[in-house]
């Protein structure tokens, strides 16, 4: 087996994969899986973004190159069977939490891409996905409508702006930490006020249409 | 960024995606996403097919090869966002396109996994995969059981056929312009009968057990 | 096309495949599909675990090397048409296959991960993969909550526990013929005396908290 130092990189991501593996056990909890299906879904959701992005840039993915990676949603599970009430009751600072794993992934998955050599449009869209990806894949295998497509608050669009702005300063040669660390705060600043002001984006059909049923 | 032109075989993909994307927008109208969750499912509609088959071909897919690709999602979007109800009331014309779509990507799908030297049997399944994946992945996510498995008209029995005659068309030798032309004249045609005469296939089950509770 | 020759370890996946198969086209025949989506949903779910496994490894997927593999799905479909109370009525027995198919994926995954070089958590993880992804595959695209979060009886604990033996075997120098099939009899035995006796774990929260409401 490779020897894996704890890095500060690698320390952030295993951060950001233990917050989104608490919605994936918190949501185990109210549809009443066994502490089981609770670590599978905590570890789909914590790496399963990161997944995809891998798989697509035709890399193993990270989490299976490192066995570190398999520690935060067996964290998760254990802190949801413990204090379920608890983690619900601090959802509001896990939401925080969460906001930062998004600005953590959205920026690294981009990175990630674009020293893969992918192009530009495509290393955001990867970026995106590595975010987004982990809680779409927790809600379509436990059976719901995915909150990516909760209109309630602006969830993708802070990623989206994030890893566009990623690829773009990289394409101006733009590559400090410097940068990549003021992105990171304008995509957490961004889904924190959404959360806070319940901002929203037009719904998919115009709103001269509203009566008009489809079906 | 690589450069890239829009050859012919380019532009008929493009409005295959652009097709695929149109009703992955009209979905997440009907289920009241917002205006970013259209753009995200039209988009997956439109390229979803094409990822699979690349992943499985262990090739960058298509689309992130060419920001080309992000356009038509776009445009999908944005129509159903202006004039929804226009849009479903053209579902007649739309589904006539969607058609073409199908026996464009269950060709094209095919040639490309011969090409990357498959099997006839895993290509032709691999075309099918392309033709019908993003419709597959549009479904599963927007959590509604998947239309491919609707059993009102056969959607599936074309692209399967189509992509099979494809496969042995290559196997004899019969690889030229012509040959792929007419087996997408067939798949397209049969999709639109069946559309029109609402062509069945049996159900799962054999009708002698129609009275007999599953469970 | 190559050439393929029907060896011991071929036949026994293909009886794998055709076992999980068998419960795609049963679900299919319960939810009104047609055969051609009783014939997609065998295959989905008996050669979809190993997709996924092989894909994550950056190989081509076995079942598309091989067109042996299209056999078993569509030998699942003809039964499940031609005799499916029957093949309900023999559920019994078809569960013991499946404990059957469970045992020899779990393990089969483990070594073909193990032998592309990845570590051994990763392996083990790809080996339950190879084992529980078909049937979760199956599931989510029949849009219900899937079987492998039903907390009825363990599945994902024998596949688990079995697919970390033989990571740790393997560390060991243990990887003789004979290890693996002492491994494939306890995960056998284990998921057989789980349905038989209804062998549960606790809940993803913890019964102290059974009387709160997660929201």
Redesign the interface.
């Given at each position: 087996?490779?020897e894996t130092t704890l890095t500060m990189p690698l320390v952030l991501d295993l951060f950001g994969v233990f917050f989104f593996g608490l919605s994936g056990?918190?949501l185990?909890?109210?549809?009443?899986?066994?502490?089981?299906?609770?670590l599978?879904?905590a570890g789909l959701t914590g790496i399963g973004g990161g997944?995809i992005r891998d798989?697509?840039?035709?890399?193993?993915?990270t989490?299976?190159?490192?066995?570190f990676y398999?520690v935060p949603p067996a964290l998760a599970?254990l802190l949801?069977?413990?204090?379920?009430?608890g983690v619900?009751r601090l959802m509001r600072p896990v939401l925080l939490f969460d906001a930062a794993g998004l600005a953590l992934f959205c920026i690294t998955g981009t990175i990630k891409a674009l020293e893969a050599g992918?192009?530009?449009?495509?290393s955001a869209?990867?970026g995106v996905t590595s975010a987004v990806g982990g809680g779409?894949l927790r809600?379509?295998?436990?059976?719901?409508?995915?909150e990516?497509?909760n209109?309630r608050d602006?969830y993708?669009?802070p990623a989206?702006l994030g890893a566009g702005l990623i690829a773009w300063f990289w394409e101006l040669g733009l590559t400090s930490g410097g940068w990549q660390l003021s992105v990171a705060i304008v995509v957490f600043l961004l889904r924190i006020l959404a959360l806070t002001f319940h901002w929203?984006?037009?719904?998919?059909?115009?709103p001269w249409?509203r009566d008009?049923r489809?079906?």
């Open positions: 087996m490779e056990a918190l185990a909890a109210r549809r009443g899986f066994d502490i089981i299906g609770s599978l879904l997944i798989v697509i840039l035709g890399q193993v993915p989490a299976f190159n490192d066995p398999f599970a949801v069977f413990l204090v379920a009430p619900q992918m192009n530009p449009v495509a869209l990867l779409l809600d379509v295998v436990a059976n719901k409508t995915p990516l497509f209109p602006i993708a669009i989206i929203r984006v037009p719904k998919a059909v115009g249409h008009v489809l079906h």
